[in-house]
């Protein structure tokens, strides 16, 4: 099993930025991809970000050029940087991991996840 705890998120303004971060623990040599989605309560939960074990990153359209994904193997953490945030950013934002491929893992789903952190933008 792999457990994945987030932090970083809180308040912010419009415009601001928030670096959330995911430190991974457990089995951690079984990890491949990872990544981070949201959720909005009534909605369905949505790729943000994902990355590959070598770097290789996948952005949804929304977020492009204002996020960034990054993780270091290391001290099996990814980190979400995100920019010039928008009140519709407003969600619960979830680490994620998988064992599989970046590309398995996007179409087919991560296998662990974090219990989230509340991203608040406020107009």
């Known amino acids: 099993q792999v457990q994945l705890v987030e932090s970083g998120g809180g308040l912010v303004q419009a415009g601001g930025s928030l670096r959330l971060s995911c430190a991974a623990s457990g089995r951690i040599s079984s990890i491949n991809a990872m990544g981070w989605y949201r959720q909005v309560p009534g909605k369905q939960r949505e790729l943000v970000a994902s990355?590959?074990?070598?770097?290789?990153?996948n952005y949804a359209d929304f977020v492009k050029g204002r996020v960034t994904i990054s993780r270091n193997n290391a001290n099996n953490t990814v980190w979400l940087q995100m920019n010039d945030l928008k009140p519709e950013d407003t969600a619960v934002y979830y680490c994620?991991?998988?064992?599989?491929?970046?590309?398995?893992?996007?179409?087919?789903?991560?296998?662990?996840w974090g219990k989230g952190t509340l991203v608040t933008v406020s107009s």
């Open positions: 990355i590959s074990s070598v770097g290789s990153t």
């Open positions: 994620a991991a998988s064992s599989r491929n970046l590309a398995i893992a996007t179409m087919f789903g991560m296998d662990y």
